[in-house]
């Protein structure tokens, strides 16, 4: 179980609707819920990026991702 849980999105608008819905969640009562403000486009510190292996899909259209 997390203690805090921060949602992260490119701009902010999709990461606090993100937190809307964890904290209509049972199961996150305990926890903190936070969203970045103004998204990655406003954070100032370094990012991390996981190296693509050739074999991953590279193009965001080719993702599983829901949205």
Known sequence: DADRIVTVCPH???SRKAAW???SAE???DAT???LAGGLDSW????????????EATDEAATD???
């Open 12 to 14: 902010g608008k999709a």
């Open 33 to 35: 819920i936070e969203s």
């Open 27 to 29: 199961s996150t009562d």
């Open 44 to 55: 100032d510190g370094d990012l991390e990026t996981a190296a693509v292996d050739e074999n």
């Open 65 to 67: 991702a829901p949205f």
């Open 21 to 23: 819905l964890f904290q």
